[in-house]
C-alpha cells in the first residue's frame, strides 16, 4: 500500500495494533510503499476499509511461499562441514563449524570466542580477525542476526569473513585495523525461524502471554521509549526490562569491552535498503551528525556503483520510524563509539524477508564495497 496523504497516514497508524495484520515494511513516509500481510479471513474487510492507499497484492499466499523456500533448502547441495557457500542459508551448526575451521586453518590472522549462552543454551561466537590484535589499532565491530528472520544478514557477516581471511587484496584490510565479527546474536530465534516459524523475529525467552523480545529494543539507552512497544506480543516488544535477554546482555559486555578501540560499530539487518545511523528515540540530530551523513553517502556511492542499488542514509527517525533501545544507539549514546550504523540490507523481491538464495552472492558482494569504504575511513582517520 502506498499513502499519498496524511489521512493515509494516520489511517495506517490504526494497523499497528490490528491482530489481524502483520506490518513488514512501515516507512510512515509519504509515497513510499509500506507492506503487510493480512490474514485471509481479513482479507475482504482489509481491502474495504483501505482501498484508497493504492493496494496491491503482491504475495497471495505466504504459506505458499515459504514453503517454495523450504523446497529450494531442502533440495540444495549438503554443506560439508566447515564450508560456507553463498547460494544458500546456513543453519546455525553449520555457522559454528565454519568458524571453528577458520580459527584452526587461519590461526595466525583468526581467533575464536564463545561469549555468552543463548536463552536456549547455544553458544554465542564472535571471530576476531586481524594480521596482530594489538591494542594500538583501531576496531570495527560487526554483528548481524539480531532479529531472527532476517538469513541474509548472517549470510552478510560471513561474506566478510570469508572476504578478509581468504582473497589476498583485503590483506590491507587487516593489517592496521582490528575486526570483531558476530554473524548471528540471535541463534535461537534463527533456528525457529527454520524449523517452526518462517516470520518469527524475536528471541525465544518464555514470556506470560507471548514469548520472545526484540532485541534490537532490549538496550539500556532509552529503553521502551518510542518504537519500543510494552505489549508482550508485539513484535517490537522492548522485554520486562532493559537487558532482560541474555543475548542483549552478553553483547553489550562485549561491545564494552572493546569500546576504547572501537571506531566503528556496524549492525546488519534486513530489509529497509538504508544506512542509518543515531538517533531512533528521537529526532534530534547527534553531534557528529555531518560526519556521519557524509561517510554513510560514501558508503551508498560504493554499493551503487556495482549494481545500481541505492542505500538512502539518515537517522532512524528520518527514513523509517523511532527505533528506542536499539544496539545502535547505545553503542553511540553509551559506549561512545562515534561512528554507529545499522545496515539494512534489500528486500526480497516480493516478500521483503525472503531474499532468494540465488540473490545472496550479488547483495553480499555489492555491500562489501560499502564495507571496505568504512575501513578505509577508520584507517585514514586514526592517523
Not at 589499532?137 to 560471513?158: C, F, M, N, S, Y
Not at 524475536?202 to 523480545?213: A, E, L, Y
Not at 549494481?307 to 536499539?326: C, D, L, M, P, Q
Request: glycine fraction near 6%.
Amino acid at each position: 500500500m502506498t499513502p499519498s496523504n496524511n489521512d493515509h497516514l494516520v489511517l495506517l497508524e490504526t494497523l499497528e495494533n490490528n491482530q489481524h495484520v502483520n506490518i513488514w515494511l512501515n516507512p510512515k513516509r509519504l509515497n513510499e510503499v509500506h507492506t503487510i500481510m493480512v490474514s485471509p479471513n481479513y482479507q475482504n474487510t482489509f481491502e474495504e476499509l483501505y482501498n484508497d492507499l493504492s493496494l496491491e497484492v503482491v504475495i497471495k499466499d505466504v504459506e505458499c511461499a515459504i514453503n517454495e523456500e523450504k523446497r529450494k533448502i531442502l533440495e540444495a547441495t549438503p554443506l560439508n562441514r566447515g564450508e560456507v557457500r553463498f547460494d544458500r542459508y546456513m543453519r546455525y551448526i553449520e555457522i559454528q563449524n565454519y568458524l571453528e575451521r577458520i580459527a584452526l586453518q587461519y590461526k595466525e590472522i583468526v581467533s575464536f570466542e564463545n561469549y555468552g549462552l543463548s536463552y536456549e543454551k547455544r553458544n554465542l561466537t564472535l571471530v576476531k580477525i586481524s594480521t596482530g590484535f594489538g591494542l594500538d589499532k583501531p576496531t570495527i565491530l560487526v554483528d548481524a542476526g539480531i532479529h531472527a528472520r532476517e538469513w541474509l544478514a548472517p549470510a552478510q557477516a560471513l561474506y566478510i569473513i570469508n572476504q578478509l581471511i581468504k582473497n589476498g587484496d583485503n590483506r590491507r584490510l587487516i593489517e592496521n585495523v582490528n575486526w570483531i565479527i558476530i554473524p548471528l546474536i540471535n541463534p535461537d530465534g534463527y533456528e525457529y525461524t527454520h524449523t517452526t516459524d518462517r516470520l518469527w523475529r524475536k528471541t525465544r525467552s518464555k514470556g506470560i502471554v507471548c514469548d520472545g523480545v526484540d532485541a534490537n529494543r532490549n538496550f539500556d539507552f532509552h529503553w521502551s521509549e518510542e518504537g519500543g512497544d510494552r505489549d508482550e506480543c508485539s513484535e517490537n516488544y522492548a522485554g520486562p526490562k532493559a537487558f532482560s535477554e541474555p543475548e542483549t546482555t552478553a553483547l553489550s559486555r562485549v561491545i564494552l569491552k572493546y569500546a576504547r578501540n572501537t571506531k566503528l560499530y556496524l549492525s546488519i539487518h534486513t530489509p529497509l535498503l538504508a544506512l542509518l545511523h543515531p538517533w531512533g528515540y528521537t529526532s534530534d540530530s547527534p553531534p557528529n551528525r555531518d560526519e556521519l551523513r557524509d561517510l554513510g553517502l560514501s558508503a551508498s556511492d560504493a554499493i551503487y556503483a556495482v549494481n545500481g542499488t541505492r542505500y538512502k542514509v539518515g537517522s532512524s527517525v528520518e527514513i523509517f520510524t523511532h527505533t528506542a533501545g536499539s544496539s545502535r544507539d547505545w553503542a553511540y549514546g553509551f559506549a561512545n563509539i562515534s561512528l554507529s550504523y545499522t545496515v539494512e540490507l534489500p528486500p526480497g523481491p516480493h516478500n521483503v524477508h525472503q531474499m532468494p538464495p540465488e540473490n545472496i552472492l550479488r547483495v553480499v558482494t555489492e555491500t562489501f564495497e560499502g564495507i571496505k569504504v568504512f575501513h578505509n575511513y577508520v584507517n585514514h582517520r586514526r592517523t
